[in-house]
């Protein structure tokens, strides 16, 4: 059984930062490729950040230069360093992960999500 816990979100003013993290277990080989997602009711689950094993990352334009995701392989941890937040990034952010494990490899997982709300 693979499990993603996140936390870190809340409540936060515009302009502010808040700093999410992911933890991986379970029996697991390898964890693979990490990110970060985002849904809002009624609208389909956007990607915010991904980041590889060797640390190679991605975001979208409407995130680029205001969040850094990053990671520690050690700890099968994924984190998203959120700054300059703005009411329209309020959402659930799910945490996601690529993962090797005894019944398979290349596994996608996903976290429950955790609630952010950026306040105007």
């Known amino acids: 059984q693979v499990q993603l816990v996140e936390s870190g979100g809340g409540l936060v003013q515009a302009g502010g930062s808040l700093r999410l993290s992911c933890a991986v277990s379970g029996r697991i080989f390898r964890v693979n490729a990490m990110g970060w997602y985002r849904q809002v009711p009624g609208k389909q689950r956007d990607l915010v950040a991904t980041?590889?094993?060797?640390?190679?990352?991605n975001y979208p334009d409407a995130v680029k230069g205001r969040f850094a995701i990053s990671r520690d392989n050690a700890k099968n941890t994924v984190y998203l360093q959120m700054s300059s937040l703005k009411p329209e990034d309020t959402a659930v952010y799910y945490c996601?992960?690529?993962?090797?494990?005894?019944?398979?490899?290349?596994?996608?997982?996903w976290g429950k999500g955790t609630q952010v709300t950026v306040s105007s």
């Open positions: 996601n992960a690529i993962v090797d494990t005894p019944v398979g490899s290349g596994l996608n997982y």
């Open positions: 980041i590889t094993s060797g640390g190679i990352t």
